[in-house]
């Protein structure tokens, strides 16, 4: 089935939320390129989105009164997550280069970096939850926290796929 470049992309970042496993076993033959930083983009402003909004609400502010603030913060965080993963992958890149003696893609170790933030993609969610309903506070700050873990762990299976246990450590 021939299909487009968003929903290929949006395929693919489904998968790396859903089945991680699957995901990180298509890293090492998979090219990602411009999906990685729209990812890395995406996944620091719906997390920056999130926290504004659960802090906002916490301090008893409506979020609409400072939404544009809001979102303009929410893009800058989106830049600069996008920064600091291309620096991390680089460093990642070299040293694996280092260490292993063979060579770990830039295009891999960034796809692992931003493919793993995917589920932060989710915290809006919580966002959503304290809009509805600002007593439901706690809920969505476990839900916010779950999506930071998720990626972490997200984080260890891309490595995991690349590179061998002790390096991936």
Avoid at 84 to 109: K, P, S
């Amino acid at each position: 089935e021939s299909t487009g470049e968003l929903a290929w992309f949006r395929a693919e970042v489904v998968r790396s939320i859903v089945h991680p496993f699957d995901f990180a076993r298509s890293l090492a033959r998979e090219h990602f390129g411009l999906a990685g930083i729209l990812v890395a983009l995406m996944a620091g402003a719906a997390l920056a989105f999130a926290i504004d909004a659960m802090i906002l609400t916490s301090k008893g502010f409506a979020l609409f009164d400072f939404l544009p603030q809001v979102l303009i913060d929410s893009v800058f965080l989106g830049i600069r997550l996008a920064v600091t993963v291309a620096g991390v992958a680089t460093i990642g890149h070299y040293a694996a280069r280092l260490l292993r003696g063979r060579e770990l893609t830039l295009d891999q170790a960034f796809t692992a970096f931003s493919f793993a933030l995917s589920p932060l993609l989710l915290a809006p969610v919580a966002a959503l939850l304290i809009v509805l309903a600002p007593d439901l506070l706690p809920v969505a700050g476990v839900v916010a926290v779950l999506a930071v873990v998720r990626s972490v762990i997200g984080l260890a299976i891309n490595l995991r796929a690349l590179l061998p246990s002790a390096l991936a450590i």
